[in-house]
């Protein structure tokens, strides 16, 4: 999902994944659509080439159901190829693609990338995957949504489901003597409150450039909804409409406020969950992937207590619900049309069938309905209310940019994100120059 790399690799990835559209099968394999192929299982090793962290709860518990299946089949094995950094992993992945190399499972996000495999008959129809399974009606209907492409199309299967929410330390905002925001443009205030009372108003991974994009993907999506995205990587909408320029305002009042912490766009994950955790900073925007280290006793006791969350609140006057925001459901699993194979089929329905559960019981939301999350002995209640949370989203959820522009145009967003909050690139010059490099890239890869 969060993605930066040479624009060689790039070129040369786009143009060969060109030449191979409309060649659905070449080199073997199965359309996309042929879900139950003909013919005996018979066991062998598998690869699941992926970006996920290597003693997540994702790998964990496949490799526990590997290990179970392996046992009834023997000379099954699934070997696990991980490149937990996300850039790197997607220079990997695109590089394999257009190799014609990758395995027979594989971690991708809904991109255009990813779109123009499936056109190219490289990757398995997920939908018709998981019917046949007799698993799709069970998923999260929010956990599906995230994974498909602008067609509705499902290639890819969700893992994980997530909330993202801000998560606020009480006691700092009330000896500021400030509330919680009840609108988006709420936030500078809230922000010269909390600088003036000596506290770092919002901690952020600049880093990692995904978040400070996540605040301008934000803003458009309660002004103008999901569609809105859809529309600027096609060249159907621009920043400099009224939409645009709003959230490009916002965003260098977000700078003007002094939001965020001095030097943010060099601190990481850790350095800025830490000056949240530790009561340096008074506002701190992740998902529940996070509840282990905010929501238990792994926190330090002397702010334990005062940790809270909302959830991205609306502007003036939105078009989205408030119980609509960002719910991802993590980087899809792929499976590759020109390896499927009646023992992939049946490795899979055993794994995603009973996947769930086993998730769950980690303290983890599940993708599916039925499984129902194990809260931690060692949880605060704020565990079980930010589950809870999740669970109530409405119907239409907010896309992350990074995964919607093309690879050209998200680098060149993230960069300048930069800038304009930095107070170095002015609103107008940001969306002049935006709408130039999306003009000129976004629709010739969207398509």
């Known amino acids: 999902m969060r993605r930066s790399r040479p624009s060689a690799v790039v070129a040369l990835t786009l143009s060969l994944l060109l030449s191979l559209s409309g060649c659905a099968?070449?080199?073997?394999?199965?359309?996309?659509?042929?879900?139950?192929?003909?013919?005996?299982?018979?066991?062998?090793a598998i690869t699941w080439l992926l970006s996920h962290p290597a003693d997540g709860a994702v790998i964990t518990t496949m490799r526990a159901l590997a290990r179970e299946y392996a046992a009834a089949h023997p000379g099954f094995r699934l070997d696990f190829v991980t490149t937990p950094d996300r850039p790197s992993y997607i220079q990997k992945y695109e590089t394999l693609a257009a190799a014609g190399k990758l395995p027979e499972l594989f971690d991708s996000d809904a991109t255009p990338?990813?779109?123009?495999?499936?056109?190219?008959?490289?990757?398995?129809?997920?939908?018709?995957?998981?019917?046949?399974?007799?698993?799709?009606?069970?998923?999260?209907?929010?956990?599906?949504?995230?994974?498909?492409?602008?067609?509705?199309?499902?290639?890819?299967?969700p893992l994980e489901y997530q909330a993202e929410y801000f998560f606020y330390n009480k006691a700092l905002l009330r000896e500021a003597g400030v509330r919680v925001p009840t609108s988006l443009d709420d936030f500078p205030a809230m922000c010269r409150a909390l600088r003036g009372a000596g506290v770092t108003p919002v901690a952020l991974d600049g880093q990692d450039q995904w978040p400070l994009e996540r605040y301008a993907a934000l803003h458009p999506f309660r002004t103008a909804g999901p569609d809105y995205i859809r529309r600027l990587k096609l060249g159907e909408a621009s920043l400099g409409d009224r939409t645009g320029r709003r959230a490009a305002e916002w965003l260098g009042t977000l700078g003007r406020a002094g939001c965020f912490q001095k030097g943010f766009s060099s601190v990481g994950y850790a350095d800025a969950q830490n000056l949240f955790t530790s009561g340096r900073a008074a506002v701190y925007y992740t998902g529940t992937w996070d509840l282990a280290s905010l929501a238990t006793t792994a926190l330090d006791a002397k702010v334990r207590d005062d940790v809270d969350f909302f959830t991205p609140p609306p502007t003036h006057d939105p078009v989205t619900a408030s119980n609509e925001y960002v719910t991802p459901s993590g980087i899809g699993m792929a499976v590759n049309a020109r390896t499927y194979d009646p023992l992939v089929r049946d490795f899979l329905k055993f794994a995603l069938t009973r996947y769930p559960a086993r998730y769950a019981a980690a303290g983890e939301l599940a993708p599916t309905t039925d499984a129902r999350t194990v809260v931690p002995d060692d949880a605060t209640p704020l565990y079980a209310r930010a589950i809870a949370a999740a669970g109530a989203v409405g119907k239409r959820i907010a896309m992350p940019w990074d995964t919607q522009l093309d690879p050209t145009s998200n680098t060149k967003f993230q960069q300048n994100l930069v800038l304009l909050v930095q107070g170095d690139m002015s609103p107008q010059a940001f969306v002049s120059t935006m709408d130039s490099v999306i003009r000129r890239n976004a629709p010739r890869y969207a398509r």
């Open 25 to 44: 099968t070449r080199g073997g394999g199965v359309a996309p659509t042929d879900v139950a192929p003909a013919g005996a299982v018979r066991p062998h």
């Open 113 to 157: 990338f990813a779109r123009r495999l499936a056109r190219a008959g490289r990757m398995m129809d997920a939908a018709a995957l998981l019917r046949d399974f007799g698993l799709y009606d069970k998923y999260r209907p929010a956990a599906l949504d995230y994974q498909r492409f602008d067609d509705g199309s499902l290639y890819l299967i």
